[in-house]
């Protein structure tokens, strides 16, 4: 970095403090970005370099957040002003204590690849290249479609009026790769994603080979009969679907303010035992594993669900201190709002079974790759319901028939309480939620027009 | 002064071997106030600007950005950008562009009061006061009420000669609130939007609206989930435009089509939908988002998409639209400066028909009326046809009656079949944005906007609850 992001912070808080607040933070981010986008040929290559500066001022119980994209000094005082203003007509909040007073970061491991902090935009147009061949020579009746490769590096400074300065960098590559089978008239896709700290994480040729090898074989999908089946979900479809459930109910402010379905249960047994939750913060090489949080917390390993007892939330500051605990390193933030406590690496404590055990296992089911809309699932009702786009009839242990169209649906809730029978020990990521497949004994499907 | 230095920057990028380039400025004040529970949890405000470089080199294209907007900061990111080009010049797809007539223009939206200028003392209170008239006695666990807006300017500049200038404002109030009664819990979201300027908070009753969202979650958490299967449906306005927008909208944006992923290519001419529905795409709608240019300079057309169930046009950006030979229809749209422009709705809407409500339900026998209020969102998969999305609390229908709401309606269908079901049409058309929302494509985010009248349709799958 050019610029000392720490110094910058350092002076955004002491210009917020002669200017009368009576405390500040200062939170900085500065993160530059490759892409280049592909389908059958590149597309675009792109650059792009994003800095924020967002300040928090205090006046007693007050207040008030400016942000802005400028971290240039001729802009700080500025910035200052307006977080000053704001606090100044904010109400009073009765469970103000104070911006962080402790703070502290740990050792991680595996969350800054040199070599993509120095990358050039040829080592991500060759690797594009190499991903276009090999899906073409799979099959010639397949393309890549609506494809992107990016790499970006984040800096993040804090400062406070406490003494807090911290920064950190990170690095991540990203993979999203479509593939298109043409086949007499008839059209199947299907799509890969991966989302890692490090370059050699990345296998470009497995992710071309499984992409373009599904849409060659779902072709011919169709929807099947409404009616009950066995589901078996993909690992990192199952991820999301904790993601839509966990991440946002977990967490201390909605169990404070009284929107999540997990308030006042601490201890009682929400799930069977085979069912364990981690937040493990400090993961080697995880996507969420950071050595302070957004507050100058150190991240750890928090259990939250203990073979099937609920047994912790997610804290950052605030929401700790309201309920006189410690933070537990779960703030996050971008520069233009508030942290909330959200996870890190939310996990599944994963099974014994092999991925293809649970589809042996299965008399008459349904497989499911990869679905759309399952984040509009409710987390406060249990509600679940996704739509699959790529998924596999199983009858007796066997995948057969490619499946599209239909509903999945049941409530999550009960699935915990048992609907999930197997757990696989095949654990995958899709952003910062990683999980193994799971099957599910019994779950509704809407099809068949 | 940006169109000073917008000269400079092409003509070093002329220079550097650049066949085209444009360059984009944005600056966007913007705040979102969020009440919960009675307190004030966050007064978040910010100011964003940057800009990003698009250019064409030797047939490839680069593009680069920066938050940095000082002359020699944006030097270095022509020179990035042409860069990004050259190195996929050997191996990326020739671009062309439809032409453009150069425009020079400036345009914003109309409003009367900046929000700027309202006192923050003004703000919070009315957000305040919406917030805890939501909070209905113990049934209302949480009341989370948010008040935003926006200010940005846009201005484009090209090698081509164009310079574009579009001033927004954009206002909302959001109300979510959760309900626990006898032990199920359950959620309403809803959220009232427009461009224009503060005028529109001060001139509705914010308090009838957060308290009504409260009264639809007591009322959910006592309603059952349908069971799955097969039905006949009516869609009130409020869900028709998100229907509409995912189960035909994305297939008929440009570079879906141009790749041959929508199940729509090559079939312009060809029936796609029942001769009662009529789709139209246009920047300038009475509730909907203000688009007169998109992000490439180009003027947003009234785009027809669907005339009487005949498919007519897709949209396109610039760039789509020279693969099909037809001039672009104002529909290449960025986020913001970071990110390039590509093909995005605007206002995707059904044209109204000659039946009311009554008469749609009347011969319903066994169906559900489906309702957009509380509704979470959308998506689809171009390629395969099918999308899925989730209606807010909606009402069954039996014997041609309105009969007990239910919830947990997710919904899914199959593009090139649910227009084709399309019974009956409503008379009277309404289209809505939103300030919190927005549709997602590519990793980018764009406001929209979406309506239609009341629209009975013959079957749709609904996904049964738990």
């Known amino acids: 970095m050019m610029v000392d992001l720490v110094e910058v912070a350092e002076r955004a808080v002491a210009v917020a403090e002669r200017l009368g607040a009576d405390e500040a933070e200062a939170y900085i981010s500065s993160s530059s970005r490759l892409q280049v986008s592909f389908d059958e040929r590149i597309d675009l290559t792109s650059a792009t370099v994003t800095t924020g500066l967002g300040l928090r001022a205090v006046l007693g119980k007050k207040v008030g957040l400016h942000a802005n994209s400028s971290i240039k000094t001729k802009d700080i005082e500025g910035v200052a002003r307006s977080a000053i203003s704001i606090a100044r007509v904010s109400p009073s909040d009765p469970d103000w204590f104070s911006l962080p007073t402790s703070f502290g970061s740990l050792p991680v491991e595996k969350t800054f690849d040199k070599r993509i902090a120095e990358t050039s935009p040829d080592l991500l147009v060759e690797a594009a290249s190499q991903t276009i061949d090999t899906v073409r020579g799979y099959d010639p009746r397949v393309t890549p479609i609506r494809s992107t490769l990016n790499t970006s590096v984040t800096h993040i400074a804090i400062a406070d009026s406490h003494g807090l300065a911290l920064e950190r960098s990170g690095t991540v590559v990203s993979l999203s790769l479509g593939a298109m089978a043409e086949e007499a008239g008839k059209k199947g896709l299907s799509n890969e994603h991966s989302l890692t700290r490090n370059w050699e994480e990345v296998d470009f040729k497995a992710m071309a080979v499984a992409s373009a090898e599904r849409a060659l074989r779902v072709t011919d999908a169709k929807p099947i009969p409404t009616g009950e089946v066995s589901v078996v979900w993909r690992n990192d479809l199952f991820a999301r679907v904790l993601d839509t459930m966990f991440s946002r109910t977990l967490t201390a402010d909605s169990v404070q303010g009284g929107r999540s379905p997990w308030a006042g249960r601490l201890g009682e047994e929400v799930a069977s035992d085979s069912f364990s939750l981690f937040d493990e913060g400090l993961r080697v090489a995880g996507v969420g594993t950071r050595e302070f949080d957004d507050e100058g917390s150190p991240q750890k390993t928090l259990t939250l669900i203990d073979r099937g007892v609920l047994s912790n939330y997610l804290y950052d500051c605030y929401t700790a201190r309201k309920y006189r605990v410690s933070s537990t390193g779960n703030a996050r933030r971008g520069y233009q709002t508030a942290p909330t406590p959200q996870p890190n690496n939310l996990i599944l404590q994963p099974g014994d079974a092999e991925q293809e055990e649970l589809i042996r296992e299965t008399k008459r089911g349904l497989y499911v790759v990869e679905a759309i809309g399952e984040w509009l699932s409710n987390p406060i009702s249990g509600d679940l319901s996704a739509t699959v786009t790529n998924g596999f009839l199983i009858e007796k242990g066997e995948l057969t028939e490619p499946v599209k169209g239909v509903i999945v649906a049941g409530n999550f809730f009960d699935m915990l309480k048992g609907g999930i029978d197997l757990i696989a020990n095949d654990l995958r990521n899709s952003g910062r939620v990683y999980s193994p497949s799971v099957r599910v004994l019994r779950m509704t499907v809407a099809g068949g027009l | ?466």
């Open chain 2, 1 to 466: 002064m940006q169109y000073d230095s917008a000269g400079r920057l092409i003509e070093y990028a002329t220079r550097l071997g650049a066949s085209y380039l444009d360059i984009r400025y944005q600056d966007v004040a913007s705040e979102v106030v969020t009440v919960e529970n009675g307190v004030l949890k966050s007064f978040e405000s910010g100011r964003t600007s940057g800009a990003g470089i698009r250019t064409i080199v030797n047939g490839a294209m680069g593009f680069s950005s920066d938050t940095d907007t000082a002359p020699s900061a944006l030097r270095e990111k022509v020179r990035w950008a042409v860069k990004m080009a050259k190195a996929s010049a050997m191996s990326a797809e020739p671009k062309h562009l439809a032409t453009v007539n150069p425009v020079k223009d400036s345009v914003r939206t109309p409003f009367k009061i900046d929000p700027e200028d309202v006192p923050n003392e003004e703000k919070v209170s009315i957000a305040m006061d919406a917030n805890k008239e939501a909070m209905l006695g113990g049934e209302i666990r949480n009341s989370t009420s948010r008040l935003g807006w926006f200010h940005e300017h846009r201005h484009f500049i090209s090698s081509e000669g164009s310079s574009v200038d579009v001033e927004t404002v954009m206002v909302g109030l959001s109300q979510l609130s959760v309900a626990l009664v006898e032990g199920r819990m359950e959620r309403v979201y809803d959220g009232e939007s427009l461009c224009k300027g503060f005028e529109f908070i001060e001139g509705r009753d914010w308090n009838a609206f957060s308290r009504d969202v409260s009264e639809m979650a007591v009322k959910a958490t006592k309603a059952s989930t349908p069971s799955a299967g097969v039905y006949e449906v009516v869609v009130d306005p409020e869900l028709i435009g998100l229907v509409l927008h995912e189960a035909f909208g994305h297939a008929s944006e440009g570079d879906l089509v141009t790749t041959k992923e929508s199940v729509l290519e090559g079939r312009i001419g060809q029936r796609v939908a029942s001769p009662l529905v009529t789709i139209v795409d246009d920047g300038n709608v009475d509730g909907g988002y203000f688009l007169p240019y998109d992000d490439e300079g180009a003027k947003k057309t009234r785009q027809v998409v669907v005339e009487e169930g005949i498919l007519k046009g897709f949209l396109h950006s610039r760039e789509t639209a020279q693969k099909l030979g037809v001039p672009s229809s104002g529909n290449g749209r960025a986020q913001d400066f970071e990110s390039p422009p590509i093909v995005r709705q605007t206002n995707y809407f059904l044209e109204s028909g000659d039946q009311t409500l009554e008469e749609m339900v009347e011969d319903v026998k066994d169906g559900l009326y489906i309702c957009g209020r509380g509704a979470g969102g959308g998506q689809v998969d171009v390629g395969l046809g099918t999308f899925t999305f989730r209606a807010g609390p909606s009402y069954t229908i039996k014997n041609g009656r309105l009969g007990e709401l239910v919830r947990g309606v997710s919904i899914s269908g199959a593009v090139l079949q649910t227009l084709m079901d399309v019974e009956a049409v409503g008379k009277n058309l309404s289209v809505r944005t939103s300030f919190f929302g927005g549709c997602g494509k590519s990793g980018q985010r764009a406001r929209v906007g979406h309506g239609g009248p009341h629209t009975k349709i013959r079957r749709m799958i609904i996904g049964g609850g738990g």
